[in-house]
Structure formats: structure tokens, C-alpha cells
């Protein structure tokens, strides 16, 4: 009897009682989720490098572009990565309230960004410069508001975020999940440098 119960005691477990989530498998799949979106930005800066000077004899950038505007939306930009890295220093200090609130701004700035966009489009649709009016402006939209929306996709996840630090606290899991945001955001800032150099700047300038 007492040699079964021994052999009950050590007989091994195939089973976790708690939830296991390898970091290094997260990081990496992230990893290759940036990869495969950074072709897709790469597709379409393609694309408009092909056809972004077929105006169809309608408007030109030099006649739509108000790149004070758009320098302006870029600053907010730049800012809310600055502040989310301000957000990131926080968790490593543990500090709840610090890293909520350096979010809270960060999504304010990505929240102005969107909002700028969207006034851009609608003066440019106000000028009868819709996408079906040339493949410049076809080419245009397509990436602009691409990456518009991945900055939108990126707020709802940052709120969400938000709600799960203050709900949990800063365990593994959402400090994982906060480093993940972080190369999503500082990422969509690499890509719009390319789109106001690109797009922007040169069609202006060019």
C-alpha cells in the first residue's frame, strides 16, 4: 500500500495548472507580423512610385499639398512615439500611474494625427481630388490612409492595453504586450517619415 502511494506521489504531471507563455515565441511572431506588414507598405510605395505621377490632367501635389499642414500632423507623430517611450521607462519602473498616463497622452497625439488626416482628405475630396480621379490620387489614398488606419488599429489597442494595466497591473504579460505596441508604433513612425519624404516633400519639392 505504502509503495503505491509513492509511486502515486511521483508520477509525472503532463499538464501546467498555469497559464505558460514562452516571451521569446511572442517577440518573434511579432517580429514577423512587422516583417510581413512592412511588404505590404513596400507593395504600395511601389505602386505609387509607379503611377504617383499619372494625373490624368487633373491636380498635381504642388496644387493640393499644405505641407505646413502636414508638418504639423507629422509632429504628432514624432511626439506620441517620444511619449510612449516615456511610457515604456515608467514600466520598468513599475510605476501604474506613470505608464497610464504617458499612454493616455501617446494616444491623444495618435488621436490628433487621425483627426489631421481625415480634415486633409476631406479638403482634398471638397477639391474634387478623389481617388478615381487619377492614379496619382488613386496611389495616394491607398497608402495614406493605410497607414492611417494602422495608426487607428493602434489606439484601440492602446486603449485596450490601457484598460488591462489598470484592471491587472503591470504583470509579464501586459508588459509583453506593452513592448509589442511599442515596435507597432515606433514602426508606423518609421513608415510615415517614408510617406512625408516620398509623398509629401518630394511631390512638393520635386
Not at 499639398?65 to 509632429?75: G, H, K, P, R, W
Not at 474634387?128 to 484601440?156: D, E, K, N, Q
Not at 504579460?173 to 510617406?195: E, T
Request: proline content about 3%; charged content about 10%; some cysteine.
Amino acid at each position: 500500500m505504502a509503495n503505491n502511494t509513492a509511486a502515486q506521489t511521483e508520477m509525472p504531471v503532463f499538464y501546467l495548472k498555469e497559464e505558460h507563455h514562452p516571451e521569446t515565441g511572442t517577440m518573434l511572431g511579432f517580429w514577423i507580423y512587422l516583417m510581413s506588414d512592412s511588404l505590404i507598405f513596400g507593395i504600395l510605395f511601389a505602386t505609387y512610385a509607379v503611377i504617383g505621377q499619372n494625373y490624368a490632367a487633373g491636380p498635381a501635389p504642388t496644387d493640393l499639398f499644405d505641407l505646413e499642414l502636414v508638418a504639423i500632423n507629422t509632429s504628432m507623430l514624432l511626439f506620441s512615439s517620444i511619449t510612449y517611450g516615456f511610457a515604456m521607462l515608467q514600466m520598468e519602473k513599475g510605476s501604474i500611474a506613470g505608464t497610464q498616463l504617458w499612454l493616455a497622452i501617446t494616444g491623444l497625439f495618435g488621436a490628433a494625427f487621425v483627426g489631421l488626416e481625415l480634415y486633409e482628405f476631406h479638403e482634398l475630396w471638397s477639391l474634387g481630388a478623389t481617388p478615381m480621379r487619377s492614379g496619382f490620387l488613386s496611389a495616394f489614398y491607398t497608402l495614406v490612409a493605410t497607414h492611417g488606419l494602422h495608426v487607428t488599429f493602434g489606439i484601440i489597442w492602446l486603449v485596450t492595453l490601457m484598460i488591462q494595466v489598470a484592471k491587472h497591473g503591470l504583470i509579464p504579460a501586459n508588459k509583453r504586450r506593452l513592448m509589442c505596441l511599442s515596435m507597432f508604433w515606433h514602426f508606423l513612425d518609421v513608415i510615415w517619415i517614408g510617406v512625408f519624404s516620398v509623398v509629401y516633400l518630394l511631390g512638393v519639392l520635386g
